[in-house]
């Protein structure tokens, strides 16, 4: 939900009918700092202020800049058309835009205090401010929402610090319970990505994604396959890849999964909750502008196109800052932040098609309407999967893993 108080529709049927139940699937993205900076008019030229903070998407950029008719046009070229129809937008149900001007969630959602406060008074802000965003998304009559990587924390995993250890959390601990009674509440599916503390094994940490059950019960829970090395972002210090495979959540809402974060590289990664059946995969995660803005737009798409599913890309938002600085290991100066988290999350559909992204500044709440018939109708029309050959996939990794792999090259 940008600050017009609109959501993002990806239709695929006329008028908006279904022939199976469809699912409003919600990304919420979250910030650290400054969330107040908005779109300015110069007053003297009309044009966008020379400032980052201006440049809150692509797409309002160019809305702002370009006539109406092309616009529209560029619209069509960059966000690709719908099942066959322009995504549209619909405005939100008038309660639910004044319960956003209240708690500025249009303005991706904060971490609210300093990372130098106490750590539970941290938490327990997160959690009131997202509480909020819950409201306002049951509200709104989402059916599944995920929340972002590490929600309940700053993303503090580079500094090597093991006091944020203190975060972890048991899977029915303190988070969970929270949004248990949310679930209940609205009726919705909700995914928890948390760090959790896994008392049975010698309270061992991992990423874990918890998915919530509409009447509040625990369906399972997903641990991070993919840990990365590169840049400050080398969270090895705190958990290590997750063992839980690639499992599908059959949901009344429909089948779901979770990619956590850096898992997004690896084509192997997403082709594997396809192939359990995914028709919904959430990819929350936590990565800055220097290191993978432009690789962003792109590789949810990708993953949607190639693996005819829905994806929602999740991504903070804002500048976290931490107590003492830390490096690296790669010659620069040491730093107390890993650079701006530029948000930007978008959910992208089977067809190609997407929605617009959110704020790369700003707090928000991303609402689309999907039609799940749209995953089936696709492989049909592309049969991606009926043309592949895992046979030759599974033979040349099968060589590829030994140690005696000689690659195939014809010189």
Not at 205 to 220: D, E, P, Q, R, S
Not at 288 to 297: F, H, K, N, Q
Request: proline share 5%; with cysteine.
């Amino acid at each position: 939900m940008g600050e017009n108080g609109e959501m993002s529709r990806l239709k695929t049927r006329e008028h908006g009918e279904m022939t199976r139940p469809g699912a409003a699937a919600a990304a919420s993205a979250s910030s650290s700092s400054s969330s107040d900076a908005l779109v300015k008019e110069n007053s003297v030229s009309g044009s966008i202020k020379d400032s980052p903070e201006t440049l809150d998407s692509l797409h309002r950029l160019l809305e702002f800049h370009l006539p109406a008719p092309v616009f529209e046009e560029v619209s069509r070229l960059l966000l690709g058309l719908n099942g066959g129809k322009v995504v549209a937008k619909f405005p939100l149900p008038e309660v639910v835009g004044g319960m956003a001007s209240t708690s500025k969630f249009d303005i991706q959602n904060s971490i609210v205090l300093p990372t130098t406060d106490p750590l539970l008074d941290q938490k327990r802000a997160i959690m009131g401010r997202v509480g909020t965003i819950i409201d306002a998304a049951g509200v709104a009559g989402v059916n599944i929402l995920c929340l972002q990587e590490a929600w309940i924390m700053p993303f503090a995993f580079c500094t090597r610090e093991k006091s944020w250890c203190e975060f972890a959390e048991v899977i029915n601990g303190e988070s969970t319970k929270f949004l248990q009674e949310k679930a209940k509440k609205y009726n919705m599916v909700i995914i928890s990505p948390i760090l959790e503390r896994d008392e049975a094994h010698g309270s061992t940490i991992w990423n874990t994604a918890i998915v919530i059950g509409n009447n509040g019960n625990i369906l399972g829970k997903h641990r991070k396959n993919h840990i990365p090395r590169v840049g400050d972002f080398n969270e090895s210090t705190y958990y290590m890849e997750g063992n839980t495979g690639h499992p599908v959540f059959e949901t009344v809402y429909g089948k779901i999964a979770v990619n956590i974060c850096y898992g997004r590289h690896h084509p192997l990664n997403w082709q594997a909750f396809g192939l359990n059946g995914a028709e919904i995969v959430f990819n929350p995660s936590a990565t800055v502008g220097e290191l993978s803005e432009p690789m962003w737009p792109i590789e949810a798409r990708n993953a949607a196109i190639a693996n005819s599913y829905f994806v929602g890309a999740i991504n903070r938002v804002g500048t976290e800052v931490f107590p003492r600085p830390f490096t690296s290991g790669d010659g620069k100066p040491a730093h107390k932040d890993f650079g701006h988290f530029y948000g930007s999350s978008y959910i992208a559909a089977p067809d190609s098609s997407c929605t617009p992204s959110l704020s790369r500044y700003r707090d928000g709440l991303l609402v689309a309407e999907v039609d799940l018939n749209l995953c089936q109708q696709v492989k049909d029309k592309w049969a991606f999967r009926m043309t592949s050959r895992y046979e030759l996939y599974a033979e040349l990794l099968n060589k590829y893993i030994k140690h005696d792999f000689n690659p195939q090259v014809v010189t």
